[in-house]
């Protein structure tokens, strides 16, 4: 089963930039959708990004124009870039698997450990 490493977390002022790497053990090809969330203290865990293997993305409003959500299959890696950090972004940012049947149906998910993502103002 896949095994998921969260990479490039900080601490950033505000206004700054990070760029969060998540390394699979598998090829990130064989999953529908690949992701971002993230969970502030006392918060639920929110969606932050996701891309589809066709390439397609989605994006929270609160980072829309801000983060960008990439993929570089051969090194089985998704990154998500994020520039213009906001002490709202402070947050464990998780990396999530998804493959997905053809009518979206998820039928398997994996989640990494985390990184730490501090931006102060």
């Known amino acids: 089963q896949v095994q998921l490493m969260e990479s490039g977390g900080g601490l950033v002022q505000a206004g700054g930039s990070l760029r969060l790497a998540c390394a699979a053990s598998?090829?990130?090809?064989?999953?529908?959708?690949m992701g971002w969330y993230r969970q502030a203290p006392g918060k639920q865990r929110e969606l932050v990004a996701t891309?589809?293997?066709?390439?397609?993305?989605n994006y929270a409003d609160s980072v829309k124009g801000r983060f960008t959500i990439s993929r570089d299959n051969g090194q089985n890696t998704v990154y998500l870039q994020m520039n213009n950090l906001k002490p709202d972004d402070t947050a464990v940012y998780y990396c999530?698997?998804?493959?997905?049947?053809?009518?979206?149906?998820?039928?398997?998910?994996?989640w990494g450990q985390g990184t730490q993502v501090t931006v102060s103002s």
């Open positions: 598998l090829s990130i090809s064989s999953f529908t959708t």
């Open positions: 891309i589809r293997s066709g390439g397609s993305t």
């Open positions: 999530n698997a998804n493959r997905e049947t053809g009518l979206g149906y998820v039928w398997s998910t994996t």
